[in-house]
């Protein structure tokens, strides 16, 4: 049975294997259609 301290040290690994592998926030630029955009408006 894997023990719970091996498993939260998997879980944090994994998700920061995850983060890195993401592009940097000022990489992730995008325009929404006015189409999509004005659904979300309340």
């Known amino acids: 049975m ?3 301290e091996a ?3 998997a879980a944090q ?3 920061q294997t995850l983060a ?6 000022e ?3 995008h325009t ?3 189409a999509l955009s004005g659904k979300w408006r309340s």
């Open 13 to 15: 690994e994994a998700g």
């Open 20 to 25: 890195d592998s993401l592009p940097a926030p």
């Open 2 to 4: 894997i023990s719970e």
């Open 32 to 34: 929404f259609p006015p």
């Open 7 to 9: 498993l939260r040290r």
């Open 27 to 29: 990489e992730c630029q």
